[in-house]
């Protein structure tokens, strides 16, 4: 366990989710721990690059964060295992899903990219939770390794295989995603493959994502939504476009807004859109804060696609970490 970080914040959101609507991210790893190195990822490179599981935080913590979310009684719709990383790296992730179950009824999902379902206690940890979302963006070796850059050991062949035992045994519902990149996972016959695999793994459904935010590589470019609706029709019938997540009602104001800016920003890059959506917050609110952390050097700010994006600041950045965002922190929000 890494101790140097048991203070870690671990919760995130609710924030705004394509699928998952209202969603409270659980992020029980360090920054960018994971089995693959995805040119489309929104965190950027993998900087642990590891199939080595551990108990990387206490679990204690993790559980009272999510507790005291929950008792703020903002709007949730599922609470849900990404942010950092590979979930499945920490071996706790089972014992955390059926504690998390006796907490609340808000359904538990586990966003995954599918490498350590090849391992009996890992499909075993999973079996708790409502929904799984495993990713299998290419069903050839040739082009798993060119979309995802995953370790030498691991092969799609064997995460196939893992899937199709998983849809076996796990009682919950499974939404596969896959994530489009034009020019690299996208020919007929990558599609072909995938739909071979998908008829094996027997998913609910087929999510189609593409690369929206900006990506670990800038070369990692989106498919139209033409191009994502003839692959849809060609998948067949569990197939669905993943359409961006529209602001709904009932989300209620937070009052640390900068730290739940953050808090979303440290784990994605979100748009204003995102923010609002997800802290009740209409967009005069939030931008004297958005400023004031791009001015603290505590976020950047991107463009791709023709949208606005607020991540985590570049390296040069980091640096300086920054007596102002302590001095800050005593300012009172307007």
């Known amino acids: 366990m890494l101790k140097d970080q048991e203070a870690a914040s671990h919760i995130y959101g609710p924030v705004p989710s394509r699928r998952l609507g209202f969603s409270l991210g659980v992020d029980i790893l360090p920054s960018k721990t994971c089995s693959f190195d995805c040119v489309y990822c929104?965190?950027?490179?993998t900087g642990r690059k590891s199939g080595r599981r551990g108990r990387y935080f206490s679990s204690r913590d993790i559980l009272r964060q999510i507790k005291e979310a929950i008792n703020k009684n903002q709007r949730t719709d599922h609470i849900t295992f990404s942010g950092s990383g590979e979930p499945t790296l920490h071996t706790e992730i089972g014992n955390l899903i059926r504690k998390i179950k006796k907490m609340t009824e808000i359904p538990v999902v586990v966003l995954t990219n599918s490498s350590l379902l090849t391992r009996r206690p890992v499909r075993r940890a999973l079996m708790a939770a409502d929904i799984i979302v495993p990713s299998l963006d290419a069903a050839t070796a040739?082009?798993?390794?060119?979309?995802?850059?995953p370790l030498?050991?691991?092969?799609?062949k064997d995460i196939i295989g893992a899937l199709a035992l998983f849809r076996r045994e796990f009682q919950g519902r499974i939404w596969l995603e896959v994530m489009l990149v034009k020019?690299?996972?996208d020919s007929p016959s990558d599609i072909k493959s995938l739909k071979r695999a998908i008829a094996r793994i027997r998913p609910d459904k087929v999510q189609l994502n593409?690369?929206?935010?900006?990506?670990?590589?800038?070369?990692?470019?989106?498919?139209?939504?033409?191009?994502?609706?003839?692959i849809k029709k060609d998948l067949g019938g569990r197939a669905e476009v993943?359409?961006?997540?529209?602001?709904r009602p009932g989300s209620p104001a937070v009052s640390d807004i900068r730290r739940a800016i953050l808090a979303m920003a440290e784990r994605r890059p979100v748009t204003l859109e995102d923010i609002t959506s997800s802290l009740g917050r209409k967009e005069k609110e939030v931008r004297p804060?958005?400023?004031?952390?791009?001015?603290w050097q505590?976020?950047?700010?991107h463009k791709h696609g023709g949208t606005i994006y607020y991540a985590p600041p570049q390296p040069a950045q980091k640096r300086k970490k920054s007596l102002r965002w302590e001095s800050g922190r005593a300012e009172k929000n307007s």
Not at 152 to 156: E, G, K, L, T
Not at 242 to 247: L, S
Not at 289 to 295: G, I, K, M, Q, S
């Open 152 to 156: 030498p050991s691991v092969q799609v």
């Open 142 to 149: 040739a082009t798993f390794r060119r979309v995802n850059r």
């Open 289 to 295: 804060h958005l400023e004031t952390l791009l001015r």
């Open 183 to 185: 020019g690299i996972n």
């Open 210 to 230: 593409t690369v929206v935010r900006p990506p670990a590589e800038k070369w990692a470019q989106p498919l139209s939504r033409r191009a994502l609706d003839k």
């Open 298 to 301: 505590r976020i950047s700010r």
């Open 42 to 45: 929104q965190l950027g490179r």
């Open 242 to 247: 993943v359409v961006d997540f529209r602001r």
